[in-house]
């Protein structure tokens, strides 16, 4: 409804709002990780998760305004696949990026499970979802990253 509403306003700038405004990705996008990953929202900390083309996992730490930033001592664990035996994810620390060694199984559908600990040892808080790499067909992201109502979870709070 806002998106709608921005629309409408811009149209009446004269302003030439393409593709994106007409279908409310303007505004979602404003929500969205800055690479097109899965924003998380823990321990009052931003993360970005982006599986890349080579189905690596990369893990940054966002700004509250959703901007690259620094991690501050989190210790960040990715398991995907089956619970009873679930692909650990080897994470390295490559500059301000964590990206994993080993790339996620095969197929989709899975579940992804990310714990992040404010310093090792601490007590781990978790984002779970489902491996969903088709593209939203609401918003500018694909399903697991998706920051429209559509497909929205309770585990995205
Ligand atoms: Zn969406």
């Known amino acids: 409804m806002k998106s709608v509403f921005l629309g409408i306003i811009l149209m009446f700038a004269g302003l030439n709002v393409g593709m994106a405004a007409e279908k409310g990705a303007a505004v979602d996008v404003a929500r969205g990780g800055p690479n097109g990953g ?3 929202d823990l321990l ?3 993360f970005e998760l982006l599986i890349r083309k080579d189905r690596r996992v990369q893990i940054i730490a966002l700004t509250k305004e959703l901007k690259p930033s620094q991690f501050t001592g989190q210790s960040i664990g990715v398991v995907a ?8 994810l080897e994470l390295v620390k490559e500059a301000d990026k964590l990206v994993s060694r080993n790339a996620l199984p095969e197929g989709s559908g899975y579940t992804v499970s990310v714990s992040v600990r404010a310093a090792a040892g601490g007590k781990a808080v978790y984002d779970r979802f489902n491996l969903n790499l088709a593209k939203c067909p609401d918003c500018a992201f694909l399903e697991y990253a998706c920051v429209c109502a559509h497909g929205k979870e309770a585990q995205r709070e």
């Not at 089956?82 to 650990?88: I, S, Y």
């Open 38 to 40: 899965r924003v998380m």
């Open 44 to 46: 009052d900390s931003h």
């Open 81 to 88: 696949g089956d619970r009873r035996n679930p692909t650990k």
